[in-house]
């Protein structure tokens, strides 16, 4: 009976442990999300879009999916950075949460906000090289090192990589099409230069995994091959959406209007 009693015990212990305390975090933001925008839709409040609160709250519910994916093998692993690193922060920015804080902010703390970003270090942190940098640098240094090795024997190192994906993904995307207020971004043409160059980045440290030359991942070919697989593709399809969601607020500078029969004036 002891022995029964000891397994039913290691049994329950292992469920809670399956489930990570942070695929609550997630949850936590889209309610506080949702209470700022239930809080602007009160009568004579101004208002706020379904489609952002929609938007945010599928980044949520990505989050939450990599999170309680289980990383097994090198394909779960990939299957968690794409759904955090890539596929969720596009739609977290396009919820325009940074706009939703200062809607509801007062007076006083919307300034400081504003003050902050505007701040010249918020200028570097937002602009598109630098979230560049952060993920696929990133992505460079966690297969092309030992740090993903580390990650399997040390949970805490495994939570804090995803975190920086989650975080340095929501910069990127945010640089390159983010519908909040920042820092002045380059031109849209710019933009779009640096997001080539970091689809480049992703298909080739892709087929490095792919071909299994120069990374350091304790994964047998087959798995390999599926996860590279797997960034390729999915990997693309999460940087066209970017591509597109930033065409979308392209609006070309038009040429100044010049009254008909007027000549310009030589130098």
Same mark, same amino acid.
Request: glycine share 10%; charged share 10%; aromatic share 6%.
């Given at each position: 009976?002891?022995?029964?009693?000891? *397994?039913?015990?290691?049994?329950?212990?292992?469920?809670?442990?399956?489930?990570?305390?942070?695929?609550? /975090?997630? /949850? %936590?933001?889209?309610?506080?999300?949702?209470?700022?925008?239930?809080?602007?839709?009160?009568?004579?409040?101004?208002?706020?879009?379904?489609?952002?609160? %929609?938007?945010?709250?599928?980044?949520?519910?990505?989050?939450?999916?990599?999170?309680? &994916?289980?990383?097994?093998?090198? /394909?779960? !692993?990939?299957?968690?950075?794409?759904?955090?690193?890539?596929?969720?922060?596009?739609?977290?920015?396009?919820?325009?949460?940074?706009?939703?804080?200062?809607?509801?902010?007062?007076?006083?703390?919307?300034?400081?906000? *504003? !003050?902050?970003?505007?701040?010249? *270090?918020?200028?570097?942190?937002? !602009?598109?090289?630098?979230?560049?940098?952060?993920? %696929?640098?990133?992505?460079?240094?966690?297969?092309?090192?030992?740090?993903? &090795?580390?990650?399997?024997?040390?949970?805490?190192?495994?939570?804090?990589?995803?975190?920086?994906?989650?975080?340095?993904?929501?910069?990127?995307?945010?640089?390159?099409?983010?519908?909040?207020?920042?820092?002045?971004?380059? &031109?849209?043409? /710019?933009?779009?230069?640096?997001?080539?160059?970091?689809?480049?980045?992703?298909?080739?440290?892709?087929?490095?995994?792919?071909?299994?030359?120069? *990374?350091?991942?304790?994964?047998?070919?087959?798995?390999? &091959?599926?996860?590279?697989?797997?960034?390729?593709?999915?990997?693309?399809?999460?940087?066209?959406?970017?591509?597109? %969601?930033?065409?979308?607020?392209?609006?070309?500078?038009?040429? +100044?209007?010049?009254?008909?029969?007027?000549?310009?004036?030589? +130098?």
């Amino acid at each position: 009976m002891r022995a029964g009693a000891t *397994v039913i015990l290691a049994h329950a212990g292992h469920a809670a442990g399956g489930f990570p305390a942070t695929a609550l /975090v997630p /949850v %936590a933001a889209f309610w506080a999300y949702l209470a700022a925008a239930l809080r602007l839709r009160d009568p004579g409040g101004p208002g706020w879009a379904h489609g952002r609160t %929609a938007s945010f709250g599928l980044g949520t519910l990505l989050v939450t999916a990599g999170l309680l &994916r289980p990383a097994d093998d090198f /394909v779960g !692993h990939m299957w968690q950075h794409l759904l955090i690193g890539m596929l969720a922060p596009l739609a977290l920015i396009l919820g325009a949460p940074v706009t939703l804080l200062l809607r509801t902010l007062d007076r006083r703390a919307g300034r400081r906000l *504003v !003050h902050l970003l505007r701040h010249p *270090v918020a200028r570097v942190l937002g !602009h598109p090289v630098t979230g560049l940098l952060l993920t %696929a640098g990133g992505l460079w240094l966690l297969y092309l090192t030992p740090l993903y &090795r580390a990650t399997l024997d040390r949970p805490v190192l495994h939570t804090l990589v995803q975190a920086h994906f989650l975080l340095s993904g929501c910069l990127f995307a945010w640089s390159i099409a983010g519908p909040d207020p920042g820092p002045h971004r380059p &031109r849209v043409p /710019v933009r779009l230069v640096v997001l080539g160059v970091g689809v480049a980045a992703h298909a080739t440290i892709a087929q490095l995994l792919y071909a299994g030359v120069l *990374v350091d991942v304790p994964a047998t070919g087959a798995e390999l &091959r599926a996860g590279a697989t797997l960034m390729y593709y999915l990997g693309d399809l999460a940087e066209i959406a970017l591509a597109l %969601a930033l065409l979308a607020t392209w609006r070309p500078k038009r040429p +100044a209007h010049r009254p008909a029969g007027s000549t310009p004036v030589s +130098a």
